[in-house]
């Protein structure tokens, strides 16, 4: 007999993962409406800004999650480096600058996309010594401090808004849609998932797995470029610090949504949703006055939290 | 045998939610017998033996052991009563020798020395199998799948088990290395074992069991003594409805029909040696050999699947070159693998994107898919391969065996019929495909044989190997025949020639085939 779903552990295992799963979710728009500030426009507005540059780098982790690739740690490191090709690559032009950023942020992913798909490197590894490479040679050429963009005017058009919403929260939504579309609606997607259910069973199948991978990476380094780009524009210069610690929220965001570790099953609808609660926890914390630290440990929390609970869906 | 047999089951249903999935089982294993278990998938036989071990209990009914009822609550409880299971999935650890295998996770071993008696203990066991008992200090991994297994059983006669469960023991063996399985089974059973032999293989229950116990859907269908029953009958209490002929007739019109492919001299390093042969407009052709003969591989260069392989191949009159798998999937080659679940389907994805996993760009160009398309054409192929349509949006590991493997084979469907919607489709024109009902349960094994045929029906062909000979001469129009690597012979297909083709693919003089392995079936 073969009745998956159906034994009496599944389906305890099942509740507890929902009720775990409601309670979290009442327990936060529980502390947002008792926040005073939390239900307004301005801090929704806040609480979106928050969510989407986190939110881009996240949708770029979504695409290696599902891949099966489980995370890269290289990918703020990337945003950095595309954030600071940006700003050295004003005097191309607004469009000039974001299209050099954006070949940068895709060249650096792909690469390391490639030596994974091809050689069937550890993904995390290469990710870290992606890091390594990135950081090294960055700190190299710019000495490790603040780069100012020559041409300042060159930001100008990405501090634009359209009605109360910011070029950030524009892109942040746009790729969304992308992302999504990318992955339901299109072979490249289809063969993403299923690489990412079944790496042997693609190749098997004759999906080309290897350029799939670097396709795959590719497509992060791009999102990782966008949020370099409006970081940039936005802090008006760029460092190699401009990315740093944006693997580890967007991984959170990730997983919080509930796309799962083992590949093959995604959304980036849920990695935004994802991010939004990530970026409201932060708000009502902000709001009641906690510091830095009980950020961290709720995030802390929330991923192994999600990576337990998800890891109980898998079976 | 005295009183009471040695394990019996009385009365045992089960039910998961809405399913019932045992309904008042009674069977009983003597000490000293093999015990046969047929049924198809979803009989309830896995249940049946998951309640005998412990994993789930029973809503209702008794399991004795010599005549005393015995309540099971975990696998180590089962264990300790001398209740074994071997499974398909071994749990042996690689890179340890046989010795330490059999012991590992044995309570009977002290910390650190290792006893002469232990030694002495697990050298019985082996010899008791027909092995060796040199091969106690060869890591696992050194070891054929067959011997394998045998040490895994070895490993349970040395924790006293008394009831021995082999849950299709077969089903990757070659037909040499079953009669040493079943030489080991004799002998286990010899030692005052009862053993309980799960298979879909009918003909081994004739060779190997004293009695045979049928279910169907979840009750037990049919409990004789196997001297007193034939292979027509069990089929029909299996699958519940008179038996018709299990294999398609041959197409027929092929015969005047062009070579679609021509293999030249295939070569695989150390695995295959100058392998010949051609495939007509509307063929099977079968590949008949043991495990190790060379002949999956065959299959699977073909597929593109072994890089190393060579071999001057010519496709519909023109030259190919063996390429990747991707390649070779352009050129029209679709491979349904022997491994089903690692290899042929995506286990989390839905039955509606296992079958359009590889669509052609008319679905889905290189922006966006048309969805509609796509949907169509899974719909279209479910239905040609006889799956429920409403389930299409549902895990495909959610299916049968049997069903899962018609999923595969939906992948590689004529989509002709949808091409109004999708442009012209070039169809994949040769299946390739390695033990193609593995897994399968009757029922869905003449599915599958008819759905073969209907795809060489189009002047497409199919190359197929099986290690179930009897299917493959069923199946096949030609057959040739592999020995260590070369081809050792040709025939048509039809089982009148299974005497001589296993005669070939074992080596065996043609005076020695009555031998165990010949009286299968």
Redesign the interface.
Known sequence: ???????RAAFGRERVVWSVKAAVLAVIVGSAILTPGFVTPASAIATLDHAALIGLVALGMTFITISGNQLSLSLGATLSAAALVFVVTTGLGTWGACAAAILAGILLQAAQGLVIGYFGANPIIVSIAGLGLILGIGTHLTGGGEVYPAVADALKPLHARIGPLNMLIVVFLLGVVVAE?LLS???FG??L??VG??A?????????TPAVVTATYAVAGLFCALAGIIAAARFRYASLETGAGYDYDAFGSVLIGGTLLRG??GSAWRTMMGALLLAAVHTILVLRGYSQEAQYILLGVFVLGAVCLSSSEER | MADAPLLSVHGVSKRFGVVQALKDVSISAEAGSVLGLCGENGAGKSTLVKILMGMYRPDSGSIRLDGKPVVIRSTREGQGLGIALVSQELSLANDLSVEDNIWLGSNKVPLLHRSRALRRRAAEAVATLGLDPAILDRPVGTLSLAERQLVEIARNLCRDARVLILDEPTATLSDRDIAKLFAAIRGVAAQGCAVVYITHRLGEVFEICDRVAVLRNGRVAGSHVVADIDRGRLIEEMIGRQFEGMYPPAAGASEAAGTILDVRGLTIPSVAHDVSFAVAAGEIVGIAGQIGSGAAEVVRALAGLVPEAVGALTWRGRPLRIGTRADMLKAGFAFVSEDRGGEGMFRNLSIRNNLVVTAPRALSPLWLDRVRALDEAATYAAERVGIDTGRLPHPVSQLSGGNQQKVVFGRFLDKKQIAGNGGARRMPGLLLMNEPTRGVDVGARADLYRLMREYCRNGFGLVVYSSDLEELLGMSDSVITMYRGRVSGRYPGGEEHIAKVLADITHAPQSAQVSAPATRR
């Open positions: 007999m073969n009745v998956p779903g159906l034994s579309l609606r299109t072979r289809r063969q998932i299923a259910s079944s042997r069973a693609a190749a098997a199948t004759g999906i080309r093959g099953f």
